[in-house]
C-alpha cells in the first residue's frame, strides 16, 4: 500500500515557476513507477510526465517538454515535478500517482496507476 500527498500548488503568474512535491508512505516507494497527471475543469485527466522505478527513465508529454522537469528522491520517498515558464493552458489540479511495476516502462494512462494522491490545484493566470 502507498499512500501519496502531493503539496507546492498554487497561483503564478504566466513565465513563473512552481515545484510540486509528492511524498509517499510505505517501504516499497523505491519499486514504483511515479507519474503526474493534471485534470482541467472539463476535461480529461491527462498524463504531464512520469518517471521509471529507478529514475532512468522519463517521459513527458509534447506541451511540457522543455519546461518541466520530473526527478524523484527514493530515500525520501518523494518525486518531484518542476515546472517553469508556466503558462495558462497549465491552469489545472495536478495528481500524483503510483504504479507497482520496477521496469523501464512507464504508463500514460490513469487505469496504468495503483495509488493516487487528492490532488493539488495549479492555477496560472495571464
Known amino acids: 500500500q502507498v499512500q501519496l500527498v502531493e503539496s507546492g500548488g498554487g497561483l503564478v503568474q504566466a513565465g513563473g515557476s512552481l515545484r510540486l512535491s509528492c511524498a509517499a508512505s510505505?517501504?516499497?516507494?523505491?519499486?514504483?513507477?511515479m507519474g503526474w497527471f493534471r485534470q482541467a475543469p472539463g476535461k480529461e485527466r491527462e498524463f504531464v510526465a512520469g518517471?521509471?522505478?529507478?529514475?532512468?527513465?522519463?517521459y513527458y508529454i509534447d506541451s511540457v517538454k522543455g519546461r518541466f522537469t520530473i526527478s524523484r528522491d527514493n530515500a525520501k520517498n518523494t518525486v518531484l515535478l518542476q515546472m517553469n515558464s508556466l503558462k495558462p493552458e497549465d491552469t489545472a489540479v495536478y495528481y500524483c500517482?503510483?504504479?507497482?511495476?520496477?521496469?523501464?516502462?512507464?504508463?500514460?494512462?490513469?487505469?496504468?496507476?495503483?495509488?493516487w494522491g487528492q490532488g493539488t490545484q495549479v492555477t496560472v493566470s495571464s
Open positions: 518517471i521509471n522505478w529507478s529514475g532512468g527513465n522519463t
Open positions: 500517482a503510483a504504479a507497482s511495476r520496477t521496469s523501464w516502462y512507464i504508463g500514460v494512462r490513469p487505469h496504468e496507476y495503483d495509488y
Open positions: 510505505g517501504r516499497t516507494f523505491s519499486r514504483h513507477a
